[in-house]
């Protein structure tokens, strides 16, 4: 099974890093809410169940706090040859943006599955294991609220390709923190990160080993 990209985040935001473009001028908002998805993965179209964008505050290899986005596409279940598949796409980027709302005309694109300067990966996809996307390029091209419209294309180290066209909803922050942080000091490690001041944070809480925890940021019902 995939991990969940939130979980992702989290546990293994040392691999979550990829070289990204500045945003440029995004589209005009155009009403991509009610428009058909497009998710296509080895040459079948699938639905797509969840589209997610999340992000993490963590402290990667002790280099210090640095935020981590992560996309992640999932698609409905459906009979290939006899078999049900639903086959997982995630990204991972590092956009120097200074709110969530400037994902919006984020662009990125590669021919390698994983970064030179960073010995980090584009993407996986995942269908009955984990494969890295060796080529791709992914655009955020506008933003309705708190859904953004991604237009992504590539292919896996097997050859599979994939063409996605669909809108994915920003779901929010994870920042970590460790037994001597408090709701306090997480909130300032992320605003010197980014803007929060349309995000609420949940209670920080520590792990079951009492040694690391999150707090989770989701935008603000009147940022959406």
Same mark, same amino acid.
């Given at each position: 099974?995939?991990?969940?990209?939130?979980?992702?985040?989290?546990?293994?935001?040392?691999?979550?890093?990829?070289?990204?473009?500045?945003?440029?001028?995004?589209?005009?908002?155009?009403?991509?809410?009610?428009?058909?998805?497009?998710?296509?993965?080895?040459?079948?179209?699938?639905?797509?169940?969840?589209?997610?964008?999340?992000?993490?505050?963590?402290?990667?290899?002790?280099?210090?706090?640095?935020?981590?986005?992560?996309?992640?596409?999932?698609?409905?279940?459906?009979?290939?040859?006899?078999?049900?598949?639903?086959?997982?796409?995630?990204?991972?980027?590092?956009?120097?943006?200074?709110?969530?709302?400037?994902?919006?005309?984020?662009?990125?694109?590669?021919?390698?599955?994983?970064?030179?300067?960073?010995?980090?990966?584009?993407?996986?996809?995942?269908?009955?294991?984990?494969?890295?996307?060796?080529?791709?390029?992914?655009?955020?091209?506008?933003?309705?609220?708190?859904?953004?419209?991604?237009?992504?294309?590539?292919?896996?180290?097997? @050859?599979?390709? =994939? !063409?996605? /066209? #669909?809108?994915?909803?920003?779901?929010?922050? &994870?920042?970590?923190?460790?037994?001597?942080?408090?709701?306090?000091?997480?909130?300032?490690?992320?605003?010197?990160?980014?803007?929060?001041?349309?995000?609420? @944070?949940?209670? =920080? !809480?520590? /792990? #079951?080993?009492?040694?690391?925890?999150?707090? &989770?940021?989701?935008?603000?019902?009147?940022?959406?």
């Amino acid at each position: 099974m995939p991990l969940p990209l939130g979980r992702l985040l989290i546990v293994a935001v040392a691999a979550l890093s990829a070289c990204c473009s500045s945003p440029s001028k995004p589209e005009s908002v155009s009403n991509f809410r009610s428009a058909p998805s497009r998710f296509t993965f080895d040459g079948i179209d699938y639905e797509v169940a969840k589209a997610e964008i999340t992000a993490a505050v963590a402290d990667s290899n002790g280099e210090g706090y640095k935020l981590y986005w992560g996309i992640e596409f999932v698609s409905v279940d459906r009979e290939v040859e006899g078999d049900f598949i639903s086959p997982c796409i995630d990204f991972s980027l590092q956009p120097n943006i200074a709110n969530w709302h400037d994902l919006a005309g984020v662009k990125m694109q590669w021919s390698t599955p994983i970064n030179p300067e960073t010995d980090a990966r584009y993407g996986l996809t995942y269908v009955y294991d984990h494969q890295l996307i060796s080529s791709g390029s992914l655009e955020i091209t506008s933003r309705d609220g708190d859904l953004f419209r991604i237009v992504a294309s590539g292919q896996n180290e097997e @050859g599979q390709k =994939f !063409e996605i /066209d #669909a809108p994915a909803r920003f779901i929010g922050i &994870f920042v970590r923190g460790t037994k001597s942080d408090n709701e306090r000091t997480i909130q300032e490690r992320l605003s010197r990160l980014i803007d929060a001041s349309d995000l609420q @944070g949940s209670r =920080f !809480e520590l /792990d #079951a080993d009492g040694k690391v925890g999150d707090s &989770f940021y989701k935008p603000n019902a009147d940022a959406r």
